[in-house]
């Protein structure tokens, strides 16, 4: 299996904050990345596929880049509403593995 | 717009076979892959499987030789199930779409609380 690895795993930041968290996969798996955002008792929201499209509806603050093994989702200025758990899922190769998730949490 | 609707029992006794059905409401059920994501209790996510319209199925090897996802394209909805289920069969449950070439999953059901206690 394609392991995924995110760092950090928490972070702690301010409205307007800029935020990085990286995806690291086990072996390549080209563009092949989503990113998820969860907010405690729903279920995770489909962000950002093939590494950088963004999702219909999704605000143009969220960037994803990255390709091969290392990845990043970045927020260029946090809101309120942002505050949950990001994660990483592969779709390269079965199982489509997720990675551990981040926390932002409102400094 | 598109719905996922899922249902099925939420506790069961160990040994029991975990049983749940999603419904498809609205847009294509043949164009996509329709899956099964699970979330223990304060846990990361895991994928479980998908199934086409066709019946092709992809399994996680970790969950294989108890697992069947099957789907009834007559009522847009496919099941799954799961055997010989343990206490770390615990989690919350969802089905949702998987998008081609895989994309991820856009369209999530409201998730269904599993538990297995004695």
């Known amino acids: 299996d394609i392991q995924l690895t995110q760092s950090p795993s928490f972070l702690s930041a301010s409205v307007g904050d800029r935020v990085t968290i990286t995806c690291r996969a086990s072996?390549?798996?080209?563009?092949?990345l989503a990113w998820y955002q969860q907010k405690p008792g729903k279920a995770p929201k489909l962000m950002i596929y093939?590494?950088?499209t963004l999702q219909s509806g999704v605000p143009l603050r969220f960037r994803g880049s990255g390709s091969g093994t290392e990845f990043t989702l970045t927020i260029s200025s946090l809101q309120p509403e942002d505050f949950a758990t990001y994660y990483c899922q592969q779709l390269k190769s079965y199982p489509f593995t997720f990675g551990p998730g981040t926390k932002v949490d409102i400094k | 717009q598109v719905q996922v609707k899922q249902w099925g029992a939420g506790l069961l006794k160990p040994s029991e076979t975990l049983s749940l059905t999603c419904a498809v409401y609205g847009g294509s059920f043949s164009a996509y892959y329709w899956s099964w994501i699970r979330q223990p209790p304060g846990k990361g996510l895991e994928w479980i499987g998908e199934i086409n319209h066709s019946g092709s199925t992809n399994y996680n090897p970790s969950l294989k030789s108890r697992l069947t996802i099957s789907v009834d394209t007559s009522k847009n909805q496919f099941s799954l199930k799961l055997s010989s289920v343990t206490a770390a069969d615990t989690a919350v449950y969802y089905c949702a779409r998987g998008l081609r070439p895989p994309d991820g999953v856009d369209v999530w059901g409201q998730g269904t609380t599993v538990t297995v206690s004695s």
């Open positions: 072996q390549g798996i080209s563009s092949y």
């Open positions: 093939s590494a950088s």
